[in-house]
């Protein structure tokens, strides 16, 4: 089974993807925000957690910009600093394959 079950032996996922594969890869939290990077969807995902951890926002970073996001990690200086793996034979070919982008949202 995948997704919620609703069933009181397992423990639902907070968030579902639906149909689409987003195949996630890396994770990061910042304060009250869960950042989740996808190898297929390509995209940073930016999701805004409630007091009972229940997520009340989601957007999108990066979104079909850098290629598939391998990882996601937040500095010491409270920027987000995200990995791509395009060279792995995974994804698309980019001019500037793998790299580490800096973000600050």
Known sequence: MEGKAGDAR???PIIESGDETWAPSGIAIRG?????????????????????????????????KYGRLRDVVVGPDGALYVTTTNS?????????NDRILKVAP
Do not use: C, Q
Not at 32 to 57: A, Q
Not at 88 to 96: E, F, H, P, R, W
């Open 10 to 12: 397992y423990a639902d």
């Open 32 to 64: 009250n925000e869960l950042f989740v990077t996808g190898l297929r969807s390509e995209r940073l995902w930016r999701m805004t957690l409630g007091p009972d951890l229940e997520i009340t926002h989601v957007s999108t970073l990066l979104e079909r």
């Open 88 to 96: 792995d034979g995974g994804g698309l070919s980019y001019a500037a």
